[in-house]
């Protein structure tokens, strides 16, 4: 299963997410969106629009699940944990 984050680096429920996945062992890429700079920030923005609708953080894709925000039981469910 090929899972991705989209977080801010200052963004407590991103930290959440990301310790969440640690802690069980779950390998992910992250895009750290407000790290990034020009058309490449604009690039992940319009992504995470795409996927949530909106500018909310943290965004877990997991195949073709989206997950909006820091839900553990949403998570567990999709990731089998």
């Not at 930290?15 to 490449?40: A, F, P, Q, S």
């Not at 629009?49 to 998570?75: Q, Y």
């Amino acid at each position: 299963m090929k899972i991705h984050l989209y977080g801010l680096s200052t963004c407590p429920y991103c930290r959440m997410t990301k310790r969440y996945l640690d802690d069980h062992g779950i390998t992910y890429d992250m895009t750290e969106v407000d790290l990034l700079d020009g058309d490449e920030k604009q690039a992940a923005i319009d992504e995470v629009k795409r996927l949530s609708n909106g500018t909310s953080f943290p965004v877990l894709v997991a195949d073709d699940e989206v997950i909006v925000g820091f839900n553990k039981t949403k998570m567990a469910d999709i990731l089998g944990i």
